[in-house]
């Protein structure tokens, strides 16, 4: 099977159960919020999900996933996070009866991380609206992380963090959205603005050491919803983004004593064609020191988009080795969300 050859631990379908654990409290109450909490959360859908086994991501993320998307017109289009529906062949909705609804795939971007689907059918729910700024989105406000399933499936919490979160798979996010407690089932969940209902940003990971006042030591990491108007009406249309790709190597890198350790090598990606392997230290781009997993992101895409050759400095047992890879387009290597 084509993959990661080694991920070091980093396998997301072990931590999307498809058996969902209950959510413990407190569940919100219309008390709580200021807004119609069952009209809210009826916006909150279950989405199922099934990938060929022959699919890249199937290694590392499995070839049946499970989560939520949140409904955002009154068309039937859905936002949830990408990875439940990348390479995906099949997609279903909860309906309102119970019974699934047949979707497709509208769109994804990795650089954000977002996925669209639509059900063939409209779904008979007010839409969420989307909060226009989230300057206010800071440490300490009060949130509602909502699953599909309802009250009893979301939970009160609050915002632990606005920071920078950068993730082995070259992924990086300039302002994520850290909260807390931990939501079990946060792949593609809404998170709420207790106030208003407004839809702040969605679920994407479990994250350890969120912080914040609490000092929370587990919590969710969420996508800010202000990163996907630049991109909306591309995904839409052609189901990706229109602007030139950022560079990508296919590998998995990880900040560990000190160092960025190569942790994981896609078959066939540029860095294994180039020669990288695992075990590898990255010490340097363009012969430039980089410090950090967000550093080395930052200096490589700065070389230029997807199919730019960049330097690496790299340290293998005890020898140092220049390492040219050319990079390449992510959305080459993936089956890209089949719209039908």
């Known amino acids: 099977m084509s993959g990661v050859k080694k991920a070091n631990g980093h396998r997301l379908d072990g931590i999307l159960p498809i058996a969902q654990p209950l959510v413990p409290g407190p569940h919100p109450t219309e008390d709580d919020v200021g807004f119609d909490l069952a009209a809210t959360l009826a916006a909150v859908r279950l989405l199922r999900s099934i990938i060929p086994p022959d699919c890249h991501s199937a290694a590392t993320l499995g070839t049946e996933r499970e989560?939520?998307?949140?409904?955002?017109?009154?068309?039937?289009?859905?936002?949830?996070?990408?990875?439940?529906?990348?390479?995906?062949?099949?997609?279903?909705?909860?309906g309102i009866d119970?019974?699934?609804?047949?979707?497709?795939?509208?769109?994804?971007?990795?650089?954000?991380?977002?996925?669209?689907v639509r059900t063939i059918e409209p779904l008979d729910i007010k839409p969420l609206k989307m909060a226009k700024n989230l300057d206010r989105v800071e440490r300490d406000?009060?949130?509602?992380?909502?699953?599909?399933?309802g009250a009893a499936q979301s939970l009160l919490g609050h915002v632990a963090d606005?920071?920078?979160?950068?993730?082995?798979?070259?992924?990086?996010?300039?302002?994520a959205i850290f909260t807390y407690p931990l939501h079990p089932h946060w792949s593609g969940g809404a998170l709420l603005d207790r106030a208003d209902g407004t839809l702040l940003g969605i679920g994407s990971l479990f994250v350890?050491?969120?912080?914040?006042?609490?000092?929370?030591?587990?919590?969710?990491?969420?996508?800010?919803?202000?990163?996907?108007?630049?991109?909306?009406?591309?995904?839409?249309?052609?189901?990706?983004?229109?602007?030139?790709p950022r560079s990508w190597l296919g590998m998995h890198t990880t900040e560990?004593?000190?160092?960025?350790?190569?942790?994981?090598?896609?078959?066939?990606?540029?860095?294994?064609?180039?020669?990288?392997?695992?075990?590898?230290?990255?010490?340097?781009?363009?012969?430039?020191?980089?410090?950090?997993?967000?550093?080395?992101?930052r200096k490589m895409w700065s070389v230029g988009g997807a199919g730019a050759d960049v330097k690496f400095g790299v340290t293998r047992g005890s020898r140092g080795l220049d390492i040219f890879v050319r990079s390449g387009d992510r959305r080459d290597f993936y089956t890209m969300p089949r719209r039908h």
């Open 162 to 175: 606005r920071r920078l979160f950068a993730g082995s798979w070259e992924y990086m996010l300039e302002s």
């Open 208 to 244: 350890q050491g969120v912080g914040g006042s609490g000092g929370e030591a587990q919590g969710n990491m969420f996508v800010p919803i202000d990163t996907l108007a630049p991109i909306y009406d591309d995904l839409v249309k052609v189901g990706r983004s229109t602007k030139t």
């Open 256 to 297: 560990a004593l000190g160092h960025l350790v190569v942790a994981g090598v896609f078959d066939g990606g540029p860095a294994d064609t180039a020669g990288i392997r695992i075990g590898d230290l990255i010490d340097r781009v363009e012969d430039a020191r980089v410090e950090s997993l967000a550093d080395m992101y």
């Open 67 to 94: 989560g939520s998307a949140v409904l955002i017109d009154e068309s039937g289009l859905l936002l949830t996070i990408g990875y439940l529906i990348v390479e995906a062949s099949d997609v279903t909705i909860g």
């Open 141 to 149: 406000t009060p949130v509602v992380v909502a699953s599909h399933g």
């Open 98 to 116: 119970g019974k699934p609804m047949v979707a497709q795939a509208v769109g994804y971007d990795h650089e954000t991380g977002f996925g669209l």
